[in-house]
């Protein structure tokens, strides 16, 4: 361990920040100004190991080299053109996620739940008449536009912004008894995470996700799968359903779709993807010509590094250092990793081991109070595993059951 980082900040901004930014995000007193890979620098020039990098987004690390030359290149050419054009490169994306994934076709975006709300948007158009009802799981996350917040099945989400929209039904995950009891005439569709994120890196229980291909294949529903944080090679595989072999209907990608810049997309299989008639749905910077270069640009470095492979050694990798840990600490009950998707179950709220790993030039995440969230770059160093591992271990010892 090289050094200790003090959690400062340049007093001006923060007077910024409270005079004219609006506070709905709970911040660090800490000011990112540069990152390379699994490294950022705050505007005091402390250094962090980022095993957090971009809250998912980051997944080939901070300033993938590949991106940045393809985006720079981009950006001199043409910055934006609208969807009244074709665009070569948004083709060529297109393309690429679909041969990677389950074939289809796919609509692109600007965020995940930009991406949840074209899904379900096309749910209810594909079955319809009649048919409008979504069915979600509890722990789920789906994003905070009006459709994507009622999707995401966490009361605190909801607190004093009702009406929500209607047509919501929601199930404990794993509980495919529940979902059949829920599923009546106006249902349209599953939507599910296959590996539940914000809620704590949640894996499907055996049999789970083939469960609700099954229901909605005896009903006719769609299955939506949700994979803006699971997808795009995160856990070792192209999308977290791969390791279950159960496809859905529509996928929706955001998060590390484009190696760190803004967008997102739903794929959706060709007969399902038709209902999305003409003028029906739209984002006017969906698929632009910035993000659909990075997009490009994010799958090729993945395949000419081989990170998939990476992904899932370095998995591994984290599940050594980090099993252990649950047999000698009572405060950590459980492990779960899915290539570099990882969970750290506690008894103890997990926010000042947050901070105390941060002190120690560490980033991390907790999620649901008790629950370290790793989602560390496909590019971490053997090193810097170590040497993060080390940190949080040191911080998990010092914390009290
Ligand atoms: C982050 C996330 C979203 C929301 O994505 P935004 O880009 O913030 O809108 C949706 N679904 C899942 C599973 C996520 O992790």
């Not at 900040?9 to 390379?36: D, H, S």
């Not at 994306?93 to 096309?122: D, M, T, V």
């Not at 809620?199 to 609700?212: K, S």
Request: hydrophobic share 40%; glycine share 10%; proline share 5%.
């Amino acid at each position: 361990m090289t050094m200790t980082a003090k959690s400062t900040i340049c007093a001006e901004t923060l007077q910024r920040f409270e005079k004219y930014v609006i506070p709905n995000y709970g911040r660090y007193p800490v000011a990112l100004v540069r990152g390379a890979g699994s490294e950022v620098w705050d505007d005091q020039g402390n250094r962090y190991l980022d095993f957090f990098p971009g809250w998912g987004c980051n997944l080939l690390g901070h300033c993938p080299a590949p991106v940045v030359d393809a985006v720079q290149q981009q950006l001199g050419q043409l910055i934006h053109a609208p969807n009244t054009w074709y665009l070569e490169a948004q083709g060529r994306w297109a393309q690429l996620l679909s041969e990677r994934s389950f074939g289809g076709q796919a609509f692109f975006c600007n965020s995940g739940a930009e991406a949840n709300e074209a899904a379900i948007k096309l749910a209810r158009l594909h079955t319809s008449p009649g048919r409008y009802k979504t069915i979600t799981f509890t722990g789920g996350f789906h994003g905070r536009t009006f459709a994507a917040v009622t999707a995401t099945a966490q009361p605190k989400y909801h607190e004093d912004i009702g009406p929500l929209l209607p047509g919501f039904n929601y199930v404990p995950f794993g509980d495919l008894g529940e979902v059949e009891s829920k599923i009546d005439d106006e249902t349209a569709a599953i939507l599910v995470e296959p590996i539940q994120g914000e809620g704590g890196i949640c894996l499907p229980p055996d049999g789970f996700l083939q469960g609700l291909r099954d229901l909605a294949d005896a009903h006719g529903l769609l299955l939506i799968f949700d994979e803006v944080q699971s997808g795009c090679g995160r856990t070792g595989k192209w999308f977290a359903h791969q390791h279950f072999g159960v496809e859905p209907d529509i996928m929706t990608l955001a998060k590390s779709l484009c190696g760190g810049v803004a967008g997102g997309a739903m794929v959706a299989r060709r007969e399902v993807a038709s209902s999305l008639r003409p003028g029906m749905h739209a984002a006017t910077f969906g698929g632009n010509p910035l993000a659909a270069r990075a997009g490009i640009a994010t799958i090729e470095m993945i395949e000419s590094l081989e990170l998939l492979d990476r992904a899932t050694e370095l998995g591994e990798s984290f599940r050594k250092q980090l099993a252990p840990v649950v047999e000698e600490l009572a405060v950590a009950v459980e492990l779960r990793v899915c290539g570099l998707m990882i969970g750290l179950e506690l008894t103890v709220e997990a926010a000042p081991l947050v901070q105390d790993c941060i002190d120690h030039g560490l980033l991390i995440n907790c999620t649901q109070g008790n629950i370290i969230r790793l989602l560390p770059a496909m590019t971490l160093t053997d090193q810097q595993l170590e040497e993060g591992c080390e940190i949080l271990k040191a911080a998990l010892r010092e914390s009290k059951d």
